[in-house]
């Protein structure tokens, strides 16, 4: 079954409560990766007029908001929680139309954003602070987390519910008001979430959403001198360069980037379980996720019955168009990322790399490949070390779990990884080894809750971790306050 395709969407800016095309009047096209011969609408392609009057906006509604009790935004919340829960369908077939995520994990990213509110709304009857005495007199000496005001949030297209309304619900909850500078390729999505508390009565210029290029709405939202912090989820390269100017200018700064995560099966693990967990972790989404597996390390004597699943379960998986229900595996985003993961394969190739399934694009108009498994890639070759945003992955043998550790710590990235294994003595020294913000033991390297901590390690990341308390630490300050009567 295949879902029909709504019309043509109105697409605007959402500045100080009102929507609005680019200062410019400039747009550009986005197109459907899975038809690239259909027009999903016409966005502004906004630049630095648009950030300036988007964070004016956000000053302009800074003392209000962060004045108003922690209880009255958190009903704010709740309110945008229900209604991007009503709109759960729709968001989705918009974000598998935009960005090719198969609909049924369209449909649950969009669900989970209206938990993250649900979850941040909570925070308002959490604690803010410490309580002490001061030595010297007993009296009381306590702690108190502060909002920051104005705060810019940039996204990337691959989680174009979840990522935005991970950063939005806790900026606004502990009072900070809002630029959200959403991908290029997914803008429709997270015009959805602006819709979202535009119905929840959000007053006008809590947030902003701006939509069009990094060099043109990033950059300036970086460099902006009323913007205090800076929260960035993206690749390696441009998070670096947004690190150097947030830095610079005395900013603020939060960074979730890429991973090269690897999974570990060890003899003793259920193999079945394992291998549904390297299809679904390399490939689901079409491997476009930073917690996608890129290296499968797999325990030398059960190597060959592992590699018989996994490719079993490649040639049963369901490949092609993503508004079909049955759909795992959908399109790459566009053209570019297309060319980039063929060129990819080749190189993987060239470097002596063997393709056991995939390596090729598929028939038709859509940017699809299918699933692609190498083996026989050396340690050193560029599929084992940099992050390729498709569906790629790549089996490795090992004799120890020592080795394995070792192997797959050799890396830049720390973001996720997983063991299956039913000894609990290998999945603690998993735990206590391997270099990475995110550990699964017994499940695949994607996936996160809501409640706790998510966030990556070495180039993985930087500063305070998102989601969870976590959040916290990033959008509040510290004040201490020595209080005598
Ligand atoms: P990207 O770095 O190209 O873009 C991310 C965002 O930054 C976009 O909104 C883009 O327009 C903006 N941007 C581009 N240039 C900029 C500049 N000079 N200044 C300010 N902003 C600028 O990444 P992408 O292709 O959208 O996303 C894929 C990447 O994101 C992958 O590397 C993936 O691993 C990573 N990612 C990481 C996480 C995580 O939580 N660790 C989650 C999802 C994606």
Redesign the pocket.
Known sequence: MSVDAPPLPAASNYVGGEWSPSRSGRTYEKRNPARPSELIGEFPASGAEDVDAAVGAAAAAYPAWSRLPAAGRAAVLLRAADALEASVEQIARDMTREMGKPIREARLEAARGAQILRYFAGEAWRPKGELYEQSATGATVYTLRRSLGVVGL??????PAA?PVWKTAPALIYGNTVVL?????APLTGLHIARAFDEAELPAGVLNVVVG???E???P??RHPDVRAIS????????R??RE?ATRLGKRVQL????HNPLIVLADAPLGRAAEAAYAGAFWSAG????ATRRIFVQDTVYDDFRRLLLERIERGRVGDPSDPETEVGPLVNERQLEDVLAAIARGRDEGGIVLAGGERAEGEGYLVPPTLFEDVSDDAMLSCE?V?GPVTSLYRFATLDEALERANAVEFG?SASIFTSSLESAQRFVDGLEAGILHVNSQTAGADVHVP???IKS??FGPH?QGRAALEFYTEVVTVYHDV
């Open positions: 940039i996204t990337p297209w691959n989680f990522i500078k959403l991908a290029q390729e290029r990094g060099s709405v990033g950059a939202l970086v960035f989820t993206g690749s390696v390269p441009v998070g360069e947004v100017e979730e980037l890429g991973g476009q996720k930073c917690t992050e945003f973001l998510f966030g990556g993985s990341g998102e």
